[in-house]
C-alpha cells in the first residue's frame, strides 16, 4: 500500500486503527500492529 499511499496517510491510518482497536482484535496482524517504524522515528524514541 506505501506505492498508492503517501508516508502521512500511511501513519495516519494507523492511528486512526490503533485509536479505534487497540487490541487489535479486527483484522489481525495488519494496521498499526504491524507497521514498520521509520528510522528516524525509532532514533528519536531511544
Known amino acids: 500500500m ?3 499511499k503517501s508516508a502521512v496517510e ?3 491510518m494507523w492511528r486512526v486503527k490503533a485509536a479505534l482497536d487497540p487490541d487489535d482484535l ?9 507497521a514498520t517504524v521509520p528510522e528516524a522515528e525509532a532514533e528519536e524514541t531511544l
Request: glycine content about 14%.
Open 2 to 4: 506505501s506505492r498508492q
Open 10 to 12: 500511511l501513519d495516519l
Open 26 to 34: 479486527f483484522n489481525p496482524g495488519r494496521g498499526s500492529h504491524c
